[in-house]
Protein backbone atom coordinates (compact mmCIF):
# COMPACT_ATOMS: atom_id res chain seq x y z
CA UNK A 1 0.00 0.00 0.00
CA UNK A 2 2.71 2.65 1.21
CA UNK A 3 4.66 1.78 -2.40
CA UNK A 4 1.41 2.40 -4.76
CA UNK A 5 1.07 5.85 -2.53
CA UNK A 6 4.30 6.98 -3.21
CA UNK A 7 4.22 5.52 -6.76
CA UNK A 8 0.82 7.56 -7.14
CA UNK A 9 2.94 11.04 -5.74
CA UNK A 10 5.53 10.88 -7.58
CA UNK A 11 3.29 10.21 -10.85
CA UNK A 12 1.12 13.06 -9.72
CA UNK A 13 4.98 15.36 -9.30
CA UNK A 14 5.75 14.20 -12.93
CA UNK A 15 2.58 15.24 -14.31
CA UNK A 16 2.55 18.30 -12.84
CA UNK A 17 6.10 19.40 -13.73
CA UNK A 18 5.26 17.87 -17.46
CA UNK A 19 2.06 19.97 -17.64
CA UNK A 20 4.20 22.92 -16.96
CA UNK A 21 6.94 22.76 -19.35
CA UNK A 22 4.04 21.96 -22.23
CA UNK A 23 5.03 24.17 -24.85
CA UNK A 24 2.85 26.80 -25.57
CA UNK A 25 2.49 28.64 -28.70
CA UNK A 26 0.94 32.65 -29.00
CA UNK A 27 0.62 34.01 -32.81
CA UNK A 28 -0.11 37.53 -32.53
CA UNK A 29 -1.69 39.22 -36.14
CA UNK A 30 -0.95 42.58 -36.42
CA UNK A 31 -2.94 45.14 -38.44
CA UNK A 32 -3.43 48.61 -39.68
CA UNK A 33 -6.77 49.73 -39.92
CA UNK A 34 -8.58 49.59 -43.10
CA UNK A 35 -9.03 52.30 -45.73
CA UNK A 36 -10.90 55.21 -44.08
CA UNK A 37 -12.92 58.49 -45.06
CA UNK A 38 -9.97 60.99 -45.44
CA UNK A 39 -10.04 64.56 -44.30
CA UNK A 40 -12.43 63.86 -41.51
CA UNK A 41 -11.34 63.80 -37.30
CA UNK A 42 -11.69 60.01 -36.41
CA UNK A 43 -13.14 58.87 -39.81
CA UNK A 44 -15.11 55.84 -40.25
CA UNK A 45 -14.04 53.37 -43.08
CA UNK A 46 -15.11 53.58 -46.61
CA UNK A 47 -17.07 50.64 -48.58
CA UNK A 48 -13.26 49.22 -49.93
CA UNK A 49 -12.12 49.57 -46.36
CA UNK A 50 -15.57 47.58 -44.95
CA UNK A 51 -14.86 45.00 -47.49
CA UNK A 52 -10.88 44.67 -46.14
CA UNK A 53 -12.36 44.25 -42.57
CA UNK A 54 -14.61 41.48 -43.52
CA UNK A 55 -11.45 40.01 -45.54
CA UNK A 56 -9.50 40.10 -42.60
CA UNK A 57 -11.81 38.15 -40.80
CA UNK A 58 -12.15 35.49 -43.45
CA UNK A 59 -8.43 35.16 -44.11
CA UNK A 60 -8.03 33.79 -40.23
CA UNK A 61 -10.75 31.40 -40.86
CA UNK A 62 -8.67 28.64 -39.48
CA UNK A 63 -7.39 30.19 -36.54
CA UNK A 64 -9.41 30.37 -33.27
CA UNK A 65 -8.70 33.78 -32.70
CA UNK A 66 -9.15 34.35 -28.60
CA UNK A 67 -8.52 38.09 -28.30
CA UNK A 68 -8.88 40.93 -30.34
CA UNK A 69 -7.68 44.28 -29.60
CA UNK A 70 -8.09 47.78 -31.07
CA UNK A 71 -7.24 51.59 -30.02
CA UNK A 72 -10.29 53.52 -29.31
CA UNK A 73 -10.49 54.68 -33.21
CA UNK A 74 -14.03 54.28 -35.31
CA UNK A 75 -11.54 53.16 -37.83
CA UNK A 76 -9.69 50.84 -35.82
CA UNK A 77 -12.36 49.25 -34.39
CA UNK A 78 -14.79 48.72 -37.34
CA UNK A 79 -11.66 47.23 -38.91
CA UNK A 80 -11.58 44.52 -35.94
CA UNK A 81 -15.18 43.98 -35.60
CA UNK A 82 -16.00 41.23 -38.80
CA UNK A 83 -13.26 39.45 -36.03
CA UNK A 84 -14.48 39.77 -33.04
CA UNK A 85 -18.25 39.06 -34.13
CA UNK A 86 -16.59 36.18 -36.16
CA UNK A 87 -15.22 34.53 -32.60
CA UNK A 88 -17.91 35.81 -30.21
CA UNK A 89 -15.25 38.13 -28.54
CA UNK A 90 -15.83 42.15 -27.38
CA UNK A 91 -12.99 43.65 -28.72
CA UNK A 92 -10.53 44.83 -26.17
CA UNK A 93 -9.06 48.54 -26.28
CA UNK A 94 -5.30 49.58 -25.65
CA UNK A 95 -3.22 52.42 -26.08
CA UNK A 96 0.04 51.46 -28.04
CA UNK A 97 2.01 53.95 -26.14
CA UNK A 98 0.71 52.44 -22.58
CA UNK A 99 1.30 49.08 -23.41
CA UNK A 100 3.21 46.72 -21.64
CA UNK A 101 4.62 44.52 -24.15
CA UNK A 102 6.15 41.87 -21.61
CA UNK A 103 3.59 41.52 -19.47
CA UNK A 104 0.79 41.06 -22.48
CA UNK A 105 3.02 38.40 -23.45
CA UNK A 106 3.20 36.38 -20.12
CA UNK A 107 -0.60 36.69 -19.98
CA UNK A 108 -1.24 35.33 -23.61
CA UNK A 109 0.82 32.17 -23.69
CA UNK A 110 -0.80 29.89 -26.20
CA UNK A 111 -3.34 31.83 -27.56
CA UNK A 112 -3.99 33.55 -30.99
CA UNK A 113 -4.22 37.52 -30.78
CA UNK A 114 -5.62 40.19 -33.73
CA UNK A 115 -4.22 43.45 -32.74
CA UNK A 116 -5.40 46.41 -34.49
CA UNK A 117 -3.62 50.08 -34.84
CA UNK A 118 -2.33 52.45 -37.01
CA UNK A 119 0.45 52.94 -39.55
CA UNK A 120 2.40 54.70 -37.06
CA UNK A 121 2.16 52.36 -33.92
CA UNK A 122 1.72 48.63 -35.61
CA UNK A 123 4.96 48.76 -36.63
CA UNK A 124 6.55 49.83 -33.67
CA UNK A 125 4.59 47.63 -31.68
CA UNK A 126 6.02 44.67 -33.68
CA UNK A 127 8.97 45.77 -33.13
CA UNK A 128 8.94 45.19 -28.96
CA UNK A 129 7.12 42.27 -29.65
CA UNK A 130 9.91 40.76 -31.24
CA UNK A 131 12.64 42.65 -29.49
CA UNK A 132 14.52 44.26 -32.43
CA UNK A 133 14.01 47.38 -34.40
CA UNK A 134 13.33 45.90 -37.53
CA UNK A 135 9.92 47.69 -38.84
CA UNK A 136 9.40 51.64 -40.16
CA UNK A 137 5.89 53.03 -40.33
CA UNK A 138 3.81 51.90 -42.67
CA UNK A 139 3.15 54.49 -45.96
CA UNK A 140 -0.32 56.32 -45.70
CA UNK A 141 -1.15 54.42 -49.20
CA UNK A 142 -0.93 50.77 -47.44
CA UNK A 143 -3.48 48.80 -46.06
CA UNK A 144 -2.64 45.24 -46.54
CA UNK A 145 0.42 44.47 -44.14
CA UNK A 146 -0.43 41.60 -42.34
CA UNK A 147 2.34 41.22 -39.55
CA UNK A 148 2.93 37.33 -37.64
CA UNK A 149 4.81 36.97 -34.67
CA UNK A 150 4.87 33.22 -33.35
CA UNK A 151 6.48 33.01 -30.13
CA UNK A 152 7.01 29.75 -28.60
CA UNK A 153 9.37 28.79 -25.67
CA UNK A 154 11.10 32.14 -25.67
CA UNK A 155 11.83 31.50 -29.57
CA UNK A 156 10.73 34.59 -31.66
CA UNK A 157 9.36 34.74 -35.40
CA UNK A 158 7.89 37.13 -37.54
CA UNK A 159 6.34 37.57 -40.65
CA UNK A 160 5.25 40.31 -42.46
CA UNK A 161 2.32 39.58 -46.14
CA UNK A 162 1.13 42.01 -48.05
CA UNK A 163 -2.77 41.00 -48.38
CA UNK A 164 -3.44 43.34 -51.77
Known amino acids: M ?16 IAQNETKTSTYFFIRH ?15 GEKRALAWSKMLTHYKIDKVLS ?7 QTAK ?14 PYKFNV ?8 GENIVIVGHSNTIP ?6 IGKDKYNEIDETIYGNLYIVTITNKVIQDIILNIE
Open 2 to 17: RKAILLLTFLEINLSL
Open 102 to 109: QEFIKKSK
Open 82 to 95: PIANKYQLQTQIYH
Open 71 to 77: TNYKRTL
Open 34 to 48: AEKVLNVKNPDLTKK
Open 124 to 129: NLVNKF
